[in-house]
T-cell receptor, first 111, second 112 residues
Framework: SQQGEEDPQALSIQEGENATMNCSYK?????LQWYRQNSGRGLVHLIL?????REKHSGRLRVTLDTSKKSSSLLITASRAADTASYFC???????????FGQGTRLTINP | DAGITQSPRHKVTETGTPVTLRCHQT?????MYWYRQDPGHGLRLIHY???????DKGEVSDGYSVSRSKTEDFLLTLESATSSQTSVYFC???????????FGQGTRLTVV
């Protein structure tokens, strides 16, 4: 089964609101990454957080990591219509040489 | 798209025929991955490579094989295509273990 599981599967909010997505994983990790996918396109890397970090920021993105709960969250502040996309977390399985993705959260920003 | 090219971009094939998808990179990255993406399943790892001739299975490897004879090329072969292999296939590359991955534009494969 997949290493990362995102929650919720779908999220619809108004432009300007904040969007929060969660990711849970099963095994120990070295790092966790978040990606965005616009419809029909390849995934684009957003941010990487290492296992010894608890929080990381990049522009309007804020990622937290709780290794004790094996969970991470992605917060997008002041959402824009262009943020409409699917968002995925990915983990390295704690030393495995593969990169495993979850099922993703479909985010819709309504104008 | 970070020097990754997938070919073909679209393909329709008949059940039982062999199919090979190609991923070509110009970045000299060590790691290459093949994923399939289906509604409700996100991205699932098929096979990955951590060097020339070094490959390993992912979570959905049955019915697929791969080869990497050169750093720049990672081939995914469906030995005998089935309708369940209708999907969008993505190739990705990364410079190191657990590093940021760069994705190709995807190949839409339909098996009829």
């Amino acid at each position: 089964s997949q290493q990362g599981e995102e929650d919720p599967q779908a999220l619809s909010i108004q432009e300007g609101e904040n969007a929060t997505m969660n990711c849970s994983y099963k095994t120990s990790i070295n790092n966790l990454q978040w990606y965005r996918q616009n419809s029909g396109r390849g995934l684009v890397h957003l941010i990487l957080i290492r296992s010894n970090e608890r929080e990381k920021h990049s522009g309007r993105l804020r990622v937290t990591l709780d290794t004790s709960k094996k969970s991470s969250s992605l917060l997008i502040t002041a959402s824009r219509a262009a943020d409409t996309a699917s968002y995925f977390c990915a983990t390295d399985g704690g030393g495995a040489q593969k990169l495993v993705f979850g099922q993703g959260t479909r985010l819709t920003i309504n104008p | 798209d970070a020097g990754i090219t997938q070919s073909p971009r679209h393909k329709v094939t008949e059940t039982g025929t062999p199919v090979t998808l190609r991923c070509h990179q110009t970045e000299n990255h060590r790691y290459m991955y093949w994923y399939r993406q289906d509604p409700g399943h996100g991205l699932r790892l098929i096979h990955y490579s951590y060097g020339v001739k070094d490959t390993d299975k992912g979570e959905v490897s049955d019915g697929y094989s791969v080869s990497r004879s050169k750093t720049e090329d990672f081939l995914l072969t469906l030995e005998s295509a089935t309708s369940s292999q209708t999907s969008v296939y993505f190739c990705a590359i990364s410079v190191g273990q657990g590093s940021e991955a760069f994705f190709g534009q995807g190949t839409r494969l339909t098996v009829v």
